[in-house]
């Protein structure tokens, strides 16, 4: 649902339009990053190295030049490096100390200039200026998410910009540095020629060396650095890179499938190998035939030729060319499934012409599209309102346009479509990471919400774009609705969530193409939309992927096309649901799961279906295992009896992470009066407990809501309602807390803080340290009190009480009733943690975890959904989350050594407790993020 209410081209507008990047954002002191930052979850899941003691090569070049023997020495380490590494790091490299620190001065000094006379070089036009300062290059790209840098972008070679165009803040230092750099390439060049057994002068001679770009980033500090990344997983689309990176690091490279950190080395310069040199340096391909092959062709210059053509592929064909520049060739593993391996597959073709003519013929057209949406992703519509004459005369304007004489096209040529309503070019990403260039001219248009003016458009296709376009969003507004009613919606769904508020209109054209299967039109791709409508001609060469085969799209005489863009993917899914406004409207009656349960429901709502994968392994597969019960009974009798219970409790911390004490000194009666208590505010009526329902703990001692993470990444929403109460450091006064449960809440706390207090003193102990140590870190300073009512559900087998997850806290203490259905994962099993009477269940937390630098175990556990019911159960977390606190933890000092270093990065609480919250119950370890 939040890919819908978010328009991620919008947000990137709106940001691009500030000129001031991310800069601006940190100036402006925010304190969340804005949602086009955010990294998917699987690219953030790797961002910590997993091999922590792997370091780059590290070459020192003062011996280069002093004899052969000393340089072939320096050559085999550089051929290392590049065929196994593909990164090394340089030291007396020849660049003075005084030339880098100048230059990092002066990027500094530009990126911190005031905002107003940085926007004199702001443009995302880079073929008419040296130099040019924005965020992001590839902004309006279909990248999944923004980087937190700017640059600052400058071309000093083949044709050095002249002092004017420089900024006065770093024109010295990049003169003076990029003389170094030059130099330095050379010798690299050199090296790296001599490294493939050619002639030293063997790159250079191919131009290796004949053009140089400097990009200098910025990377403003980050409020919630674990959210995205300062630069996004790539190679570089060079030669050769030569990286001066400060003191701050944060560069970290591939290797061997885990992340290696590059550190800064003081004076070292970081070298890499680019894509264009890859195949020179491919294991087991060391001819002079690949050589020459593989460096001979330097793509970005011959993009960059291409582009400033300012013709298009259409100009390739006009001049008559018989074989396909090698820029289009496309990657042999791409071109082999061109074909369709199914080729009597049909995508579904749908008639509309019964959609208004009555409800039963309205809910035959819903089902085809909701079958469409859901298996294929495509379909083409016909009887679908858009006149024959109005598609003719769209498919003319775009011919006329592109056939248009050059000079009259050229009128209209940029790349900057943040600023123009109509733009004409070949290939959006002819300047990104893209393996190869697409056999394809195109002119885009921004229809809605803020129309073009017809000044703006050409008189070729001017009338023929207003008068489709009219149409098209006349037909998007019938498919939104049809859509929605397709998901179990109200009709108007999907377009009060803004999903026919912008428009946008790609004309492509495709010219023949003289050697068809060495490239593309267009390459494997999704549409980041919420819908695409497609027309076109009756050429044909459209194929979508279905079931791991080609599927050609065949031209339909008056059809249009129509396909799920990824901002729609989830709603395409079989859920059918709508899981936000499913969850806010079940959030907004504060009644939680118990008002479902009293409204007698007899299906649980979609909302709380777990998927089947978190299913399949509900029941234990080791029903005969239990966790460790230890008696407290004897532990202030003498030593020798402590120190048994100590060791039992060394071994529970270990091994299981869960045991139950009994002989605990928390009386039964208060154990009984805490879990009335409980029941008793659940079960209270509806309109008492509204009083108390809330989402904001932080200011508030005592909340009552249904599911922490309800509106968070959680695939589903858990089975129970919960009420929260911190009780330390600072206790709540009587008066904010329900008279149903008050007294219980203060007796039995006082009972689980004096618990808790021997608890860390027999962990400590088990640590081989001092009783008061864990204490003494503040371990017992803050509790936070959960009472769950898990209702009884009637279709237990589809959904979780609570799902997989570790706590967040140093220690939890848990009182749970005799109905049972909690379990804990254990050396890959589900284990029964089967109702002790009279028992209390011992949880370490994910922060005694981490200071104990995995002495003690943190493990994942859930609650089963029941039959029976109400099951109640008080949690009390040892954590200190809620209150500002600057104190950082890590693996504590008496625990780590040269043989045992620190595995994890240090943290303080409250960013922990932020990540941990806004991750929410989605079965992943939050702790694992924080592992070096």
Not at 404 to 409: I, N
Not at 852 to 858: P, R
Not at 892 to 920: A, F
Request: hydrophobic content about 35%.
């Amino acid at each position: 649902m939040a890919s819908i209410e978010f328009d991620s081209y919008l947000e990137r507008k709106a940001f691009d339009e500030t000129k001031e990047g991310v800069k601006g954002l940190v100036d402006a002191k925010i304190t969340e990053i804005p949602r086009i930052f955010h990294v998917p979850r699987d690219s953030l899941a790797d961002k910590k190295p997993s091999v922590s003691d792997l370091e780059i090569p590290t070459i020192d070049f003062a011996s280069v030049q002093v004899d052969t023997a000393s340089r072939e020495a320096v050559v085999e380490k550089v051929k290392h490096a590049a065929e196994k590494w593909g990164f090394f790091q340089v030291i007396n490299h020849g660049i003075p100390l005084k030339v880098l620190e100048e230059i990092q001065d002066g990027v500094r000094t530009f990126h911190e200039e005031d905002p107003e006379v940085k926007k004199q070089y702001f443009t995302r036009d880079d073929d008419n200026k040296k130099f040019i300062y924005n965020s992001n290059f590839d902004l309006y790209s279909s990248s999944t998410s923004l980087n937190w840098r700017d640059s600052f972008v400058c071309y000093i070679a083949p044709d050095p910009p002249t002092p004017e165009e420089l900024p006065v803040t770093c024109r010295d230092a990049l003169f003076e540095y990029s003389k170094h750099v030059m130099s330095l390439g050379g010798l690299l060049f050199e090296l790296l020629s001599e490294a493939l057994g050619l002639e030293s002068e063997t790159l250079k001679s191919k131009e290796c060396l004949k053009t140089l770009l400097m990009v200098c980033h910025y990377y403003p500090p980050c409020p919630k650095p674990d959210l995205t990344l300062g630069i996004s997983k790539h190679s570089d689309n060079s030669f050769l890179t030569v990286l001066l990176q400060d003191n701050i690091g944060g560069l970290q490279i591939l290797h061997q499938d885990s992340w290696v950190d590059v550190a800064p080395l003081p004076g070292s310069l970081v070298i890499n190998i680019g894509d264009f040199l890859q195949q020179t340096f491919c294991e087991e391909k060391e001819t002079t035939m690949v050589t020459e092959t593989s460096i001979e062709f330097d793509p970005y210059m011959d993009r960059k030729a291409f582009d400033e053509t300012k013709e298009g592929v259409k100009g390739l064909v006009d001049a008559k060319i018989t074989q396909v520049p090698r820029i289009f060739h496309v990657p042999q593993d791409s071109l082999t499934g061109k074909k369709p391996s199914v080729s009597d597959l049909k995508i579904p073709t749908i008639d509309f012409a019964s959609v208004d003519l009555d409800t039963a013929s309205r809910e035959a057209i819903v089902e085809k599209v909701k079958y469409a949406a859901e298996k294929w992703g495509f379909f083409q519509v016909i009887n679908h309102g858009v006149p024959l004459k109005v598609l003719e005369e769209i498919k003319d304007g775009v011919r006329r346009f592109h056939e248009e004489d050059p000079e009259v096209k050229k009128q209209y040529f940029s790349r900057d479509l943040a600023n123009k309503n109509f733009v004409y070019y070949s290939n959006f990403d002819l300047y990104s990471s893209s393996t190869s260039v697409n056999w394809r001219d195109t002119f885009t248009c921004y229809i809605a919400p803020d129309h073009p003016t017809p000044e703006e458009l050409p008189v070729t296709c001017r009338d023929a774009m207003f008068e489709y376009s009219k149409h098209v969003m006349s037909l998007g507004g019938l498919l939104f609705e049809l859509l929605s009613e397709a998901l179990g919606l109200k009709s108007e769904t999907l377009k009060s969530k803004e999903c026919l508020k912008t428009l946008l209109m790609i004309c492509h054209y495709y010219p023949p193409c003289p050697q068809p299967d060495l490239t593309l039109g267009i390459s494997k791709h999704s549409d980041d939309s919420f819908l695409t409508i497609l027309l076109q001609d009756n050429i044909g060469g459209l194929q979508i992927l279905h079931q791991d085969s080609w599927v050609d799209v065949s031209p339909f005489p008056g059809a249009l096309i129509i396909n799920i863009g990824d901002f729609l993917q989830k709603m395409g899914t079989k859920t059918s649901v709508d899981p936000f406004m499913e969850r806010k409207a079940f959030d907004e009656t504060k009644e939680g799961v118990k008002g479902l349960v009293d409204a007698k429901i007899t299906e649980v709502p979609r909302i709380f279906h777990v998927p089947r994968d978190s299913l399949a392994d509900k029941k234990p597969s080791v029903s005969d295992l239990e966790i460790p019960i230890i008696d407290f009974a004897s532990v202030h009798v003498d030593t020798a009896s402590r120190e048994a219970v100590v060791e039992k409790v060394k071994h529970a911390a270990e091994k299981w992470g869960f045991f139950q004490v009994i002989n605990h000194g928390v009386p039964l009666n208060v154990l009984k009066e805490i879990e009335d208590g409980g029941r008793r505010f659940h079960e209270e009526d509806p309109d008492v407990k509204k009083r108390y329902f809330s989402r904001d703990l932080a200011i508030k001692n005592f909340v009552y809501n249904s599911n922490f993470d309800l509106y968070g990444s959680s695939p589903s929403v858990n089975w129970r309602d919960t009420f929260a109460c911190y009780i330390a450091p600072d206790p709540p006064t009587p008066d904010e807390l329900p008279v149903t449960c008050r007294d219980a809440m203060f007796e039995y706390s006082k009972h689980v803080m004096s618990l808790g207090s021997l608890l860390f003193e027999l962990l400590s102990e088990a640590l081989g340290l001092e009783p008061d140590i864990l204490k003494s870190k503040e371990c017992l300073k803050s509790l936070l009190m959960l009472c769950h009512y898990y209702p009884p559900c009637p279709q237990p087998d589809l959904t979780l009480g609570t799902s997989k997850h570790s706590d967040n806290s140093f220690l939890t203490i848990l009182l749970q009733d005799n109905i049972g259905g909690l379990q804990i994962l254990h050396q890959d099993s589900w284990v029964d943690v089967a109702p002790l009477p009279g028992a209390l269940i011992i949880n370490i937390g994910d922060f005694l975890q981490l200071i104990t630098n995995d002495k003690f175990i943190s493990v994942d556990h859930r609650v089963l959904a029941n039959r029976q019911g109400p099951r109640i159960s008080v949690a009390s977390f040892f954590s200190s989350s809620k209150r500002a606190n600057s104190t950082v933890y890590g693996p504590m000092k008496e625990l780590v050594s040269e043989e045992n270093p620190p595995k994890y990065r240090d943290i303080t609480i409250k960013e922990y407790t932020d990540g941990y919250t806004e991750k929410g119950l989605d079965g992943t370890s939050y702790l694992m993020n924080l592992r070096i």
